[in-house]
């Protein structure tokens, strides 16, 4: 019985002491603004971000707090971003805060808006692209539209594309403009999930 009880005790240091680690170790990224906090404001990102009703579109009672890694980061199609918004995005959507988007459109690619049975279908380079991530009484419908990605810039969409200010009606984003990549929803605690 009391060798059972020094395993428990040294077990409970041990994870004690890890999650102290850590700990320290995320407030050290946070001091040095390699990882920044957000939270979600809007359902321009829903379902895989959530807002907090009763903001129109949110499906949840709590919004999504996440971290951004905003350094040793590459950027690829699908990656969730922060960024801030160029000054054409700031003047359609009126708003000046931080964004975040999903990346759709790589530098120099060419980007398409088709719309098939009544809804928006993403191609680029001429394919489908595949969204796993879109609801599909999300995805809206509207006029087809046909973009190229400039040279260092990203073609960025909401995930609800009912309600998402994007690329689409303002462009491309510089790569400068971008803050960093949601790594992590941490809060509430039923959706920790990694990205």
């Known amino acids: 019985m009391r060798r059972a009880y020094r395993i428990s005790v040294a077990a409970a240091t041990l994870v004690l002491g890890v999650l102290a680690l850590a700990a320290l170790g995320l407030m ?5 603004g390699t990882v920044k906090i957000y ?3 809007s359902s321009t ?14 499906e949840a009672t709590r919004k999504d707090r996440f971290l951004v890694l905003t350094r040793f980061v590459s950027y690829g199609r699908g990656d969730i971003v922060a960024f801030e918004p160029p000054p054409k995005a700031e003047a359609v ?4 805060v931080a ?5 759709i459109g790589l530098p120099r690619e060419s980007v398409e808006i088709r719309i098939r049975n ?3 279908i993403v191609y680029v380079g001429g394919r489908r692209l595949g969204e796993p991530y879109i609801v599909q009484h999300r995805r809206g419908s509207g006029p087809e539209k046909s973009f190229k990605v400039p040279q260092d810039h990203f073609f960025v969409m909401g995930d609800d594309r009912l309600r998402s200010c994007d690329s689409r009606l303002w462009g491309a984003v510089p790569r400068e403009n971008l803050i960093g990549k949601v790594v992590m929803i941490y809060w509430p605690p039923q959706r920790i999930s990694f990205h």
Do not use: D, N
């Open 118 to 120: 009544r809804a928006a």
């Open 99 to 103: 964004y975040v988007k999903r990346i």
């Open 28 to 32: 050290l990224l946070l001091v040095t």
């Open 93 to 96: 959507c009126r708003t000046a």
């Open 45 to 58: 990102m829903e379902p895989t971000l959530h807002c907090a009703r009763p903001t129109r579109g949110c």
């Open 39 to 41: 939270s979600v404001g």
